[in-house]
């Protein structure tokens, strides 16, 4: 899969962690900054992760902030993508197999190194489970969450 990455001066000092654990985890990286630890906004960011699920470039994203939350909030803004703040395996798994969440938002503030590097595979291994046989429920629920998405 191809993976955007981005983040702002708060997740900049995690960003090379998490590139290194999607690469180690086969994917391919779309690097899309910032690229220093200057104050930039969070939103900027978000924006260009997004724009590259958005576009099909990329298949996932990965966006850290100084909570994850920002990111999370701005990220859920824009038309077919779905993220979240996960700071554990479970829900950075569950989030892509029941949800189809296709955005992993952390807290640069919040975790440190080897916490990402669980994180990470966690969320890029899960496979959303709506389309296999008895994930009827599921793909229901994202339906319902897609027409959310439609009237605004």
Do not use: W
């Amino acid at each position: 899969m191809k993976i955007a990455v981005g983040c702002d001066h708060a997740g900049f000092p995690l960003k090379n962690i998490v590139i290194e654990s999607v690469r180690a985890a086969g994917h391919e990286v779309i690097d899309v900054g910032t690229f220093s630890a200057d104050a930039v906004d969070f939103p900027d960011f978000t924006k260009k992760v997004g724009g590259k699920i958005q576009s099909g470039e990329a298949e996932r994203g990965i966006i850290i902030c100084g909570s994850g939350i920002g990111a999370a909030i701005a990220a859920n803004k824009m038309k077919g993508v779905y993220a979240s703040i996960c700071h554990d395996t479970y829900s950075a798994a569950q989030g892509v197999a029941h949800d189809d969440m296709n955005v992993l938002c952390l807290g640069g503030r919040v975790i440190g190194p080897e916490l990402v590097k669980v994180l990470v595979p966690a969320f890029l291994n899960a496979r959303y489970l709506g389309n296999d046989k008895g994930g009827e429920r599921l793909a229901k629920r994202v339906a319902k969450i897609t027409e959310m998405e439609k009237d605004g």
